[in-house]
């Protein structure tokens, strides 16, 4: 699947942008130029060489603390997703096999939590357990769990029906070695394709909440922290705000873009995608040679 991912235009663009702001996560702190705390006198300055994104109404650089402040966004966007995925992925591939009762829980369990505010809900809990941004992403996490509980569901539904599955059962075969030679294979596509929405709608989440200053202790930086201070400074630098809201849209942009990639190389429209090329190779390498208009 990730030679064909990457065999799209589309599947390298988002590829390469969220390699990109992976290593900003990893590196950021270490590429800043300026310490993004450190203040000082020179505030809301322009870009120059010293400052390249100028300075806040602290002085402080906005390029370091943009760099700094990539970590967690991206660590927080992943927290969601993982939590979504073990929360919501198991127990969907589970209740086709494990009962009329553990079905009927489970699918009343992900109805209730599909009507849950999940940004409302992170806010409550974080005024319960504590300013901190990993519990509210957890919590998050398992209030969009049921988007992987019915896509890992139907998928484990078409392939519950198919000969070589109740072959398989018939035949003594146990229920975890079914889900893992046959089920799993299956269902692993339609997932990918949830994770990686996941993960843009956890930038979204992160960057929600830290905008309202949630989950994250000031000074410390973020993107959506940055963006809610930039705008309070508009008549002094209305361009202060392009470099974080980009950031945001871009990375999202790259998570459905990846989604779609995965989408369109997947199952039958894969399948058609590998054909197709496989003809157009047959296809050049038996064109026959012309020279000078003659064969």
Same mark, same amino acid.
């Given at each position: 699947?990730?030679?064909?991912?990457?065999?799209?235009?589309?599947?390298?663009?988002?590829?390469?942008?969220?390699?990109?702001?992976?290593?900003?996560?990893?590196?950021?702190?270490?590429?800043?130029?300026?310490?993004?705390?450190?203040?000082?006198?020179?505030?809301?300055?322009?870009?120059?060489?010293?400052?390249?994104?100028?300075?806040?109404?602290?002085?402080?650089?906005?390029?370091?603390?943009?760099?700094?402040?990539?970590?967690?966004?991206?660590?927080?966007?992943?927290?969601?997703?993982?939590?979504?995925?073990?929360?919501?992925?198991?127990?969907?591939?589970?209740?086709?096999?494990?009962?009329?009762?553990?079905?009927?829980?489970?699918?009343?369990?992900?109805?209730?939590?599909?009507?849950?505010?999940?940004?409302?809900?992170?806010?409550?809990?974080?005024?319960?357990?504590?300013?901190?941004?990993?519990?509210?992403?957890?919590?998050?996490?398992?209030? !969009?769990?049921?988007?992987?509980?019915?896509?890992?569901?139907?998928?484990?539904?078409?392939?519950?029906?198919?000969?070589?599955?109740?072959?398989?059962?018939?035949?003594?075969?146990?229920?975890?070695?079914?889900?893992?030679?046959?089920?799993?294979?299956? !269902?692993?596509?339609?997932?990918?394709?949830?994770?990686?929405?996941?993960?843009?709608?956890?930038?979204?989440?992160?960057?929600?909440?830290?905008?309202?200053?949630?989950?994250?202790?000031?000074?410390?930086?973020?993107?959506?922290?940055?963006?809610?201070?930039?705008?309070?400074?508009?008549?002094?630098?209305?361009?202060?705000?392009?470099?974080?809201?980009?950031?945001?849209?871009?990375?999202?942009?790259?998570?459905?873009?990846?989604?779609?990639?995965?989408?369109?190389?997947?199952?039958?429209?894969?399948?058609?995608?590998?054909?197709?090329?496989?003809?157009?190779?047959?296809?050049?390498?038996?064109?026959?040679?012309? !020279?000078?208009?003659?064969?």
């Amino acid at each position: 699947m990730v030679r064909r991912v990457l065999s799209l235009t589309s599947g390298r663009i988002a590829v390469v942008i969220l390699v990109l702001i992976a290593l900003l996560a990893v590196c950021g702190p270490w590429l800043a130029p300026q310490d993004p705390l450190a203040t000082s006198d020179n505030t809301l300055a322009s870009a120059s060489g010293a400052h390249w994104l100028g300075t806040d109404y602290l002085g402080r650089d906005v390029f370091s603390r943009l760099l700094d402040g990539s970590r967690v966004s991206v660590l927080g966007s992943l927290e969601v997703a993982l939590m979504a995925l073990v929360v919501g992925a198991i127990p969907g591939i589970l209740s086709v096999y494990s009962g009329r009762v553990f079905e009927w829980l489970t699918l009343r369990l992900a109805d209730t939590l599909v009507a849950l505010p999940f940004l409302l809900f992170a806010i409550a809990v974080i005024a319960l357990l504590g300013n901190g941004i990993t519990q509210a992403m957890l919590v998050t996490g398992a209030l !969009v769990s049921p988007l992987f509980y019915r896509v890992s569901r139907a998928a484990t539904l078409a392939v519950a029906r198919s000969p070589y599955v109740e072959a398989a059962i018939v035949s003594g075969a146990s229920i975890g070695w079914v889900v893992r030679r046959h089920v799993w294979v299956k !269902v692993l596509p339609p997932i990918a394709v949830a994770l990686a929405q996941t993960i843009g709608v956890g930038f979204v989440i992160v960057s929600s909440l830290t905008f309202l200053g949630i989950g994250v202790q000031p000074p410390a930086p973020t993107w959506g922290g940055l963006l809610a201070s930039d705008l309070g400074y508009l008549s002094h630098q209305p361009w202060a705000p392009v470099a974080p809201a980009l950031l945001i849209m871009v990375t999202v942009w790259a998570c459905n873009l990846l989604a779609d990639a995965i989408r369109d190389v997947s199952g039958e429209a894969g399948r058609a995608l590998v054909n197709r090329r496989k003809a157009r190779a047959r296809t050049g390498t038996s064109a026959p040679v012309t !020279v000078g208009g003659s064969r």
